[in-house]
C-alpha cells in the first residue's frame, strides 16, 4: 500500500515538471511534426512504410524512458535517496515507482506521437495498433532498467551527457533517423535493443512482430540491466 | 517481514566495536576506530564531537546506510536495517534537500505513508511550525524552513529512535531555540534521541548524556554536567610579578599553572571561581584574560594525541 502512495506522488510531480513535458513529450513531437508532415505520405525507401508510419514508431522514445535516470540522479544529489533509504519503503516498491512514473511518461510521449500519425494519414486496424503498442511496452523494458542503472552509477553533472549520448548514439545505430537495411549497421544494430523497439513499426506493415531473434534480445538485455541497476541501487548508500 | 510482538521495543541502542574505515588516494582513513556505547530508551543523548570525529560515519552505520568492517550496532535489540524496515527510526542526515514539485504538506504526507504507525499530519505541520506554509513548494523554501520540513519528515514517522545529524546547521538563533524546544516535546514521549554536533553549548543545554567523540573513538562518555567540567576548561592568563607557581596551583579552580617570567597561565576547570579568589589574594594581578579552550583543545587533551593532520573524513 505505502509503495502505491510513493509511486502517486512520483507521478504527481512528474506531471508538475514544466522540464518533463518540454523535453519528454515536447521534442519528440517537435521532431515528428518537422520530418513526417511534409512527405507524410512518401514510403521511405527499403522499408515500405511511410514517412508517418515509420517516424511515429521510430520517435516513441526510449530516451524518454532512459530520462528517469536524470530524476534519479537528482535525487541522490540533494541526499534524497538516503533519506528514503532509512524509511521502511522497500527497494521493490522503489524500483516500482520509478519504472511505473517512466512507463507513464513514454506512454503519454507515445499516445501523442499515434494522434500526430493519424493525423498524418497512418490508418492501421485496431488489432495492429494495440500488437505495436504491446511491442513498445515490452521494448521499454530494458530502458526502465538503464534509468535507474544510470541514475544510481553517476552523478548530476555526469547524467546529462551521458543520457544524451547514449540516446543518440542508439538512435543512430538502430535506425531512428534513417532506414537500415543491409551492411554492417544492420547487422550490428541487431544486437540492441533499441533496434527492436523501433522494429516494432513493422508491425503496421505486415502485421508481423519480432522475431524470436528479436525477443532473446530484448529479454537478455533486460535481465542483464536489471541486474545491474539492482547492484547499482544497493551500493549506493554513500553520502554523494 | 518482521513480525510485530508486544514489547518489541527493548536492549536500547548498543554499538560493539564498532569500527569503519575509509579508502583514500592517501590510503586507509580510519573514521571509526572501535567504538562501545549503550544507549537505553528514552534517553536523549548528544553525540559530540569536532568535524572528522566520526559522527556521521557512526550515525550511518546505526542506520544500515554503512556496513561496518568490525563490530555491530543494534538498534532495540534488532539489526539496524530490520529497524529501519520496521519503521523504527526517523533521522534528519546532516546533508539533504528536499525533492521539488510537491508542497510541503504533500511531501510529509508522503513521507507519512510509508511508516506503520506515522504522526497524524496536521498535528507535526502545527508542532513544527509549517503549518502556514504547508502549501508551499518545496523548492520555494527558505534554508531554515527546509530545515524545518526535514524535521517534519524525520518526526512525522513517529520513530522511537530518532537520530538528527547537526540538525541547526542552516538555522537562525531563533530557528535554533524553537527547534530545540521541539524536539524535547518529542523526546518527552519516551523517545530515544541521539544527535551530532560539534556546539558543547547544544549539548549540554539539550542531551542527558554526552558521548564525545575525537578520531573515531570516544573520549569520553557520561552526564553532561560531567562533560562540561572536562572540556569545558579556560585559559587564565595574568601579569603577576614574584609569585610561587605552587601557591597559584593550590587556586580554587585551577587544574595546572605555569609561569613564564612576569607572566603566569592557568588551566581552569572554573575560571569564574579562580578570578575571584586570585583578585583577592593578588589584587596587583593585571592583563588579565580568560580563554575558553576550544572543543577542539579539549579533545586533543582527552586523547593524548594531537594527530590533527588527518584528513577530514566526509564521504567514503
Not at chain 1, 11 to 33: A, E, Q
Not at chain 1, 104 to 121: F, K, N, P, R
Not at chain 2, 121 to 133: P, S
Not at chain 2, 176 to 202: D, N
Request: aromatic letters at 8%; one cysteine or more.
Amino acid at each position: 500500500m505505502s509503495g502505491l502512495v510513493y509511486a502517486r506522488y512520483e507521478l504527481l510531480r512528474t506531471f508538475r515538471n514544466r522540464r518533463f513535458w518540454f523535453f519528454s513529450l515536447g521534442f519528440p513531437l517537435i521532431f515528428f511534426w518537422l520530418i513526417a508532415s511534409p512527405q507524410r505520405n512518401r514510403v521511405l525507401q527499403g522499408t515500405g512504410l511511410t514517412y508517418a508510419a515509420y517516424y511515429m514508431v521510430s520517435l516513441a522514445s526510449f530516451g524518454t524512458m532512459i530520462s528517469t535516470g536524470a530524476r534519479i540522479a537528482g535525487e541522490r544529489q540533494v541526499g534524497w535517496t538516503r533519506q528514503l533509504r532509512i524509511s521502511p519503503l522497500s527497494a521493490r516498491a522503489y524500483f516500482r515507482a520509478k519504472v511505473l512514473t517512466g512507463y507513464t511518461m513514454a506512454l503519454l510521449s507515445l499516445l501523442l506521437l499515434y494522434v500526430s500519425g493519424a493525423v498524418l494519414g497512418v490508418q492501421l486496424p485496431a488489432g495492429r495498433w494495440l500488437a505495436m503498442t504491446g511491442l513498445i511496452v515490452v521494448g521499454l523494458l530494458p530502458f526502465a532498467a538503464l534509468g535507474v542503472l544510470v541514475g544510481h552509477l553517476v552523478n548530476t553533472d555526469a547524467v546529462g551527457p551521458l543520457i544524451g549520448g547514449l540516446v543518440s548514439i542508439l538512435a543512430f545505430l538502430s535506425g531512428t533517423w534513417f532506414a537500415i537495411t543491409s551492411g554492417f549497421l544492420h547487422a550490428f544494430g541487431q544486437f540492441l535493443p533499441s533496434w527492436w523497439l523501433v522494429q516494432a513499426r513493422n508491425v503496421a506493415l505486415d502485421g508481423h512482430g519480432w522475431s524470436a531473434r528479436g525477443w532473446v534480445t530484448v529479454a537478455a538485455w533486460t535481465a542483464i540491466l536489471a541486474a545491474a541497476a539492482v547492484w547499482a541501487y544497493r551500493r549506493d548508500t554513500g553520502r554523494v | 517481514m518482521i513480525v510485530d510482538v508486544p514489547g518489541r521495543i527493548d536492549g536500547g541502542i548498543r554499538l560493539q566495536d564498532l569500527a569503519k574505515t575509509f579508502s583514500s588516494p592517501r590510503g586507509p582513513v580510519p573514521a571509526v576506530r572501535g567504538i562501545d556505547a549503550f544507549i537505553p530508551r528514552g534517553e536523549t543523548v548528544a553525540l559530540l564531537g569536532p568535524n572528522g570525529a566520526g559522527k556521521s560515519t557512526t550515525i550511518d552505520m546505526m542506520l544500515g546506510l554503512s556496513k561496518p568492517d568490525r563490530g555491530s550496532a543494534s538498534v532495540f535489540g534488532r539489526r539496524p536495517r530490520e529497524a529501519v524496515e520496521a519503521g523504527m527510526v526517523g533521522a534528519m542526515l546532516q546533508t539533504g534537500e528536499l525533492i521539488r514539485d510537491l508542497s510541503v504538506r504533500e511531501l510529509v504526507s508522503m513521507m507519512a505513508a510509508l511508516y506503520p504507525d506515522p504522526l497524524d499530519v496536521e498535528e507535526t505541520l502545527d508542532l513544527t511550525g509549517l503549518a502556514d506554509i504547508s502549501g508551499q513548494r518545496t523548492h520555494k523554501l527558505s534554508g531554515g524552513q527546509t530545515q524545518r520540513v526535514r524535521f517534519a519528515v524525520a518526526i512525522v514517522c513517529n520513530p522511537d529512535l530518532l537520530i538528527l545529524d547537526e540538525p541547526t546547521v542552516a538555522m537562525d538563533v531563533e530557528g535554533r531555540r524553537e527547534f530545540w524546544s521541539i524536539m524535547r516535546e518529542f523526546a518527552s514521549r519516551g523517545k530515544t534521541v541521539l544527535f551530532a554536533t560539534h556546539y558543547l553549548e547544544e549539548a549540554d543545554a539539550h542531551a542527558d548524556r554526552v558521548i564525545l567523540m575525537a578520531h573515531g573513538r570516544i573520549v569520553a562518555d557520561g552526564p553532561t554536567t560531567e562533560i562540561k567540567a572536562r572540556v569545558g576548561r579556560r585559559t587564565l592568563r595574568a601579569t603577576l610579578p614574584g609569585i610561587d607557581p605552587e601557591m597559584l596551583a593550590a587556586l580554587p579552580g585551577v587544574v595546572s599553572a605555569e609561569r613564564h617570567g612576569d607572566a603566569v597561565v592557568l588551566s581552569c576547570s572554573d575560571s569564574d571561581q579562580t578570578i575571584r579568589v586570585l583578585l583577592e589574594r593578588h589584587p596587583h594581578a593585571k592583563d588579565i584574560e580568560v580563554v575558553g579552550a576550544g572543543l577542539e583543545a579539549a579533545f586533543l587533551e582527552l586523547t593524548g594525541e594531537p594527530d590533527v593532520e588527518e584528513p577530514e573524513v566526509l564521504a567514503p
